[in-house]
């Protein structure tokens, strides 16, 4: 598992090379690909300069650098990435949300917490039937909680 996983990955990063060398330009969702294959090989520099490079960073390119946060521990770092992502007035969407609450959650930034459930009350309340109430709870519990009883009651949806 963990050698064949690491192996793809080594061979997708060699493609991106190759990519860099033929000095293709890199649209949005390949550029967070490529961020999310550095975060994968715990290379959080190489992500960060692929973000870097984007002439335009975009809700799909900061939840990537979060995600390569998480994924090599760098907690602190994704924190700064959604704080500045807000700043810039990029609209989040509801992984972002709870990509964020994961990092709030990991740097108990108790402030960021609280704005983030709100967020994802919002999500739950325009969530259109019962069953999507759900999946926005249940999604939100793996990511922060270790039982939906506490999603619940931080959205104050539930007892």
Request: net charge positive; with cysteine.
């Amino acid at each position: 598992g963990l050698l064949r996983r690491h192996g793809e990955v080594a061979k997708a990063i060699e493609l991106v090379n190759i990519l860099n060398l033929m000095q293709i330009p890199k649209d949005e969702m390949l550029s967070a690909s490529i961020i999310d294959l550095h975060g994968k090989n715990s290379s959080l520099s190489s992500a960060v300069e692929v973000f870097q490079q984007a002439p335009v960073r975009t809700v799909v390119l900061y939840e990537a650098i979060m995600r390569a946060c998480i994924e090599t521990g760098e907690y602190e770092h994704g924190r700064k990435y959604f704080t500045e992502m807000l700043s810039k007035n990029i609209e989040p969407r509801k992984h972002t949300y709870l990509l964020g609450l994961k990092l709030a959650r990991e740097t108990e930034d108790m402030e960021l917490q609280s704005y983030l459930s709100r967020g994802i009350a919002v999500l739950v309340e325009d969530a259109k039937t019962p069953a999507r109430r759900a999946q926005v709870v249940s999604k939100a519990s793996r990511m922060v909680f270790h039982d939906g009883i506490g999603a619940n009651k931080m959205l104050n949806i539930g007892s």
